[in-house]
């Protein structure tokens, strides 16, 4: 079954800098990549996804980037803010399948 | 207001006992999912239903069961089986035509 792998565990960053989260997958057949931002005590809410007929796709500060031939696809956040410090959770899945999940990053925004 | 809603938001069990924890959603999703998150851990799958009266079993199954009598419900039972069940439990659904799978707020079951 399709095996995914995030990194880093821990994040810390300045208020203002960048964060990058990366993840690689194991299951070439996969092609729906979603990523998932969950608050203290909160569900995981679903802030981009991309699938595998695209290379990039960005919403407002928030890109994510998919590089099929590595089985690599990372989440960027520019100019971060304090309120984007939460737990970042990688998913892939092939159609019609259940998606498999990374086991987070603790993202830490600092002021 | 369309969702998915979990109740209840806070479950204590006691030894040899069975609880269920309640999913519903409104937003006439066909497929629906049960998470567990351990700290420190992903999600794992628990049991996942794709149609109405029909369920499989996902990564985690054992000491946990489920029924789709309904396409908008969706309980979980951690049975007496289920030797560890301290955890976060949450429930999804997902749309076909939009591919996305939606989150509730989860549930927080302890042992006593």
């Known amino acids: 079954g399709e095996n995914v792998e995030q990194h880093p565990s821990t994040l810390s960053v300045q208020e203002g800098d960048s964060a990058v989260i990366k993840c690689t997958y194991s299951d070439s057949a996969s092609n729906y990549f979603p990523w998932y931002k969950q608050e203290l005590g909160k569900g995981p809410q679903l802030i981009i996804d991309?699938?595998?007929?695209?290379g990039e796709k960005k919403d407002q500060r928030i890109a994510v980037t998919l590089n099929k031939t590595a089985k690599h696809f990372s989440l960027h956040i520019t100019e971060t803010q304090p309120e984007d410090s939460a737990v970042y959770f990688c998913?892939?899945?092939?159609?019609?399948?259940?998606?498999?999940f990374g086991k987070g990053t603790s993202l830490l925004v600092t002021p | 207001d369309g969702g998915i809603t979990q109740s209840p938001k806070y479950l204590f069990r006691k030894e040899g006992q069975n609880v269920t924890l309640s999913c519903e959603q409104n937003?006439?999703?066909?497929?629906m999912y049960w998470y567990r998150q351990d700290p420190g851990q992903g999600l794992r799958l628990i049991y996942y239903s794709q149609i109405v009266n029909d369920f499989q079993k996902g990564d985690i199954a054992e000491g946990y069961s489920v029924s789709r009598e309904k396409k908008e419900s969706f309980p979980l039972t951690v049975t007496s089986a289920q030797k560890n069940p301290t955890a976060f439990y949450l429930c999804a659904s997902f749309g076909t035509g939009r591919e996305k799978l939606f989150f509730g707020s989860g549930t927080q079951l302890s042992v006593l």
């Open positions: 998913a892939a899945s092939r159609s019609g399948y259940a998606l498999n």
């Open positions: 937003l006439n999703h066909d497929a």
């Open positions: 991309i699938r595998s007929n695209v």
